[in-house]
């Protein structure tokens, strides 16, 4: 897997990557866009304090991945996100997954 903290990339590509099982970004402050090819097998997506990631993106390339394996995606967006939207996109993926969502009401670190 790949773990990126206080990373000071813009854009990331993580292509053909058959064993690589997470992807986590913390606290990368300028990470922009973080595209994921032909990584069969992962199962668990942490985002997190990602100021500048577009977490619709994120979560609509996720949707997209045909998954091999119960999945974790763990999204904690430093901007207002509209969790109506966000759920209703979850839901609206073409997998069948199982979905739980979490809801986080703190305040923004």
Do not use: W
């Not at 509209?82 to 609206?92: I, M, R, W």
């Amino acid at each position: 897997g790949i773990t990126l903290t206080n990373c000071g990339i813009t854009d990331l590509v993580l292509k053909d990557c058959p064993k690589m099982m997470f992807i986590h970004a913390t606290r990368c402050r300028v990470l922009k866009h973080l595209k994921v090819e032909n990584a069969p097998i992962v199962n668990r997506f942490d985002y997190a304090q990602c100021k500048k990631l577009n977490m619709d993106q994120v979560l609509d390339q996720i949707l997209r991945m045909p998954p091999e394996r119960n999945r974790i995606i763990y999204l904690r967006p430093m901007q207002q996100a509209d969790t109506l939207t966000l759920e209703q996109k979850t839901f609206s993926g073409p997998y069948p997954d199982h979905i739980c969502v979490i809801h986080e009401f703190s305040n923004h670190p």
